[in-house]
Each structure stands twice: as structure tokens, then as C-alpha cells.
């Protein structure tokens, strides 16, 4: 397990500047990501913000949480090239599988090079039916909204932190699933290749 540096809180940039600046950026500057600067953009989507009530960053329908992170990490100062998987709750990371793996993942996202260049990806993956159990058939609706949120945030903390980032739904679900040795139950949604700018 890899304990990460603890969020911050505060910052320098407003909401309303990050959400003026916001932009899908594909370039990446030849420079590895920080623990902390990954840490920080994991905690913005999914990190937990009420230890009491188990709240987290993201709003989700009756607070159930299917979405599930994880990291592929080529370029990340203090960490391995692997898999890992975000736990929220004691905000950390578990690897899951080692090598470099954003060749193989750029692969299954159509070669987008944006996939491979950036120094780690983090990929938004769901258990619908933890959202299923209580919504029945508005599930999917529901998880789909929440990996909104969920990656409108990310983008919202690498605005604030001059990083780039780029939502990327087009890939093989399938081939997604292989290259992180997905649980059957978990569907991955989203990729989102983060960095620094150039």
C-alpha cells in the first residue's frame, strides 16, 4: 500500500477561475507527476470529506458510491510503474499489478497517444449494482451522473493546479478490463490521462 500526502484544502486558484479555465488538454510535458499532485486529483473526485457521515468529494444517489478509481502509473514520482486502486477511506493506493502499463491501455483506448504520454491515467470504473440494489432500473442514470461529477472535478483540481487532463470515453470496454484485471462486476466509463502542462 501506498499512503498519500494528505489533500489540501485550501488553495490559490477560486472555483469560478478554474471553471473559466477549464479546457481539455491532450499535451504533456516530458516531466513525472507528483504523489502529491496525483493524491490531490484522486481526493477531488472520489477522496472522503466527512469522516463522520462517510461523505465524499463527488455527489452520489443516496451516498452509495459505485465508482471505483484506479491509477496507471508510468511517470509518478515515489510510486512504481503498476495498476492501483484508490481507497478513499484511508486515502491510499493499492497496487494491483506492476509494469508499465499505458502502452497496453493506449491500445485499448484506440491509440489515442494522449493515453501513453501522460504520466499516469487515472480510469473511472462502477459497480452499478451498488447503485441497483436501492434505484432498480434508474441505476445507470445514476452512476453515469456521478462519474460526471466525478470527472468534472478532477478537471476543476488540475485547472487549480496548472496540470492537464482530458476525459476519454472512447475505447474497448473489454480490452480495459484486461489490461487492469477488472472484478466482473466493475465496468470502466471513463479514462482520464493526467500531467503536466508543456
Do not use: K
Not at 491501455?105 to 504520454?117: D, H, I, M, P
Not at 453515469?144 to 470496454?173: C, K, P, W
Amino acid at each position: 500500500m501506498v499512503e498519500l500526502p494528505e489533500p489540501e484544502r485550501t488553495g490559490d486558484v477560486s472555483v469560478e477561475t478554474a471553471l473559466e479555465r477549464r479546457r481539455s488538454r491532450r499535451d504533456f510535458a516530458d516531466e513525472p507527476l507528483s504523489l502529491d499532485e496525483l493524491g490531490q486529483l484522486l481526493w477531488s473526485a472520489q477522496g472522503v470529506t466527512d469522516r463522520r457521515r462517510g461523505l465524499r468529494a463527488a455527489p452520489s444517489a443516496g451516498a452509495l458510491y459505485p465508482l471505483e478509481l484506479y491509477v496507471t502509473a508510468g511517470d509518478v514520482s515515489g510510486l512504481r510503474s503498476g495498476i492501483y486502486r484508490y481507497r478513499p477511506g484511508d486515502h491510499e493506493l493499492v497496487r494491483t499489478a506492476g509494469g508499465d502499463r499505458r502502452g497496453e491501455l493506449a491500445r485499448a483506448a484506440l491509440n489515442q497517444r494522449w493515453v501513453r504520454s501522460a504520466p499516469a491515467v487515472v480510469v473511472i470504473a462502477a459497480i452499478y449494482e451498488r447503485t441497483a440494489e436501492r434505484y432498480g432500473d434508474r441505476a445507470e442514470r445514476y452512476v453515469h451522473m456521478e462519474v460526471g461529477a466525478a470527472s468534472e472535478n478532477i478537471y476543476l483540481q488540475a485547472e487549480a493546479r496548472d496540470l492537464a487532463t482530458v476525459l476519454v470515453g472512447a475505447f474497448h470496454d473489454g480490452r480495459v478490463r484486461e489490461v487492469l484485471d477488472l472484478p466482473d462486476d466493475e465496468a470502466p466509463l471513463g479514462l482520464m490521462p493526467v500531467g503536466h502542462r508543456p
